[in-house]
């Protein structure tokens, strides 16, 4: 843009913010009664001007700062003028943001928006709409968590950003089962490797916020995970994801073979005890022993840790063993972060999420899993013997 251009458009800011305040003071003449230069009227005693207040206002031809908003003794007086004009421009301003949560450039919200509304945005009146749910994402990254979660599951999803060069990084989820049932989305953390350093200042993060008590982290094989939980949680249970698990098993299957081990596979993760699925394994490795003799070595070394769901009441173990719903969450993701090749920074990747993020949690707010009422008790023993508490967080905050 030419000097000529700027000079011109910080001119129409200023002619319209002047207008707009000189509306605004009408007003409060109005509502008052009597100019700023005539005697106050007998009948208006109780009230007077009381100066003004400033703010600023999102325009079309950008930011208005200081905006001065007139004001009355009593309190009373409101702008009629600034509620109908942030009015006007609300659905503008919701366009900008829903265009930004489906990952789009800053320039093409400007071109869409010259199109549907005839108004040339600034790339800062445009970066000044999108700060506002930048600022209301850092709020949710630091807001309270509750005191005791059932289970808190972490998983990846992997995104192209541009560093140095562009690479795919690592997205981190993490998701919980409180203890009444409902789900909630506890952070997202973004890191180029995964460490044990890594994953303890995760868990301090949850630490810091709150969480002091959890039964069980379910997750898939993550670098360094199970030691942090160990050291930080050193109370929780951990369970690697049984499908994840029966996926890396089939994959060495061959196709005439996969339905049946999958079937048989069943029969293990389906036992009601770790005794029993234990006695499971060996019989279907005893089956297939002669067309894949390792097959199941994996699952012979980390049997424990896989039928760890096994400890918790029936009722809870179909939402115990995998990371299949937080996967499930991670594709609404994808969807919204696929539409760009790449992200300029992690900002712009956590603020797309994010608004993916509001969505649902505003949905899971309303629903709980089935059982956890009916089946307290049992849920309330494996509580008592990990923590050794008598009292019983049923609404914990």
């Not at 002619?15 to 106050?40: C, P, Q």
């Not at 990747?349 to 899993?369: A, G």
Request: hydrophobic letters at 35%; glycine letters at 4%.
């Amino acid at each position: 843009m030419d000097d000529n251009n700027i000079d011109r458009d910080e001119y129409l800011k200023r002619m319209f913010k002047l207008m707009m305040e000189r509306l605004m003071e009408g007003e409060r003449d109005a509502f008052l009664g009597y100019n700023k230069y005539d005697r106050r009227p007998k009948n208006r005693q109780d009230n007077a001007r009381n100066g003004y207040y400033s703010r600023d206002l999102l325009t079309g031809l950008g930011n208005l700062d200081d905006l001065e908003i007139p004001r009355d003794r009593t309190g009373k007086f409101d702008t009629e003028l600034l509620r109908q004009y942030e009015q006007s421009t609300t659905p503008m301003d919701k366009l900008i943001l829903k265009l930004y949560s489906k990952g789009m450039s800053t320039r093409d919200i400007q071109d869409t928006i010259q199109e549907i509304y005839g108004k040339k945005l600034s790339p800062q009146a445009v970066s000044e709409i999108t700060q506002e749910i930048e600022e209301e994402r850092v709020v949710w990254e630091r807001r309270p968590l509750k005191k005791r979660y059932t289970a808190i599951f972490i998983d990846a999803l992997f995104v192209k950003m541009r560093r140095d060069k562009v690479s795919s990084d690592a997205v981190y989820i993490a998701a919980a089962i409180d203890d009444t049932g409902k789900r909630d989305i506890l952070g997202m953390y973004v890191a180029g490797e995964e460490s044990s350093t890594f994953w303890k200042n995760i868990l301090a993060d949850f630490k810091a916020r709150g969480v002091k008590e959890t039964l069980l982290f379910v997750f898939d094989g993550l670098t360094g995970l199970k030691e942090a939980v160990n050291e930080v949680y050193p109370q929780s249970l951990t369970q690697l994801c049984v499908v994840h698990q029966i996926r890396n098993t089939l994959s060495y299957v061959r196709a005439v073979h996969k339905t049946a081990v999958a079937a048989d596979l069943k029969s293990i993760y389906k036992s009601s005890t770790l005794p029993l699925a234990k006695d499971a394994l060996l019989k279907v490795k005893a089956k297939w022993v002669s067309h894949y003799p390792r097959l199941f070595n994996s699952w012979i070394d980390k049997i424990e840790v896989l039928m760890t769901f096994l400890e918790f009441p029936e009722y809870l173990r179909p939402h115990l063993y995998s990371t299949n719903w937080l996967e499930r969450l991670n594709k609404e993701f994808r969807k919204v972060v696929k539409t760009k090749n790449s992200f300029p920074t992690e900002t712009s990747v956590r603020n797309v999420i994010y608004f993916k993020i509001r969505d649902i949690s505003r949905h899971w707010d309303t629903q709980s899993l089935n059982g956890f009422v009916a089946f307290n008790a049992d849920l309330q023993i494996m509580w008592e013997r990990h923590y050794g508490r008598k009292e019983v967080f049923t609404q914990s905050t």
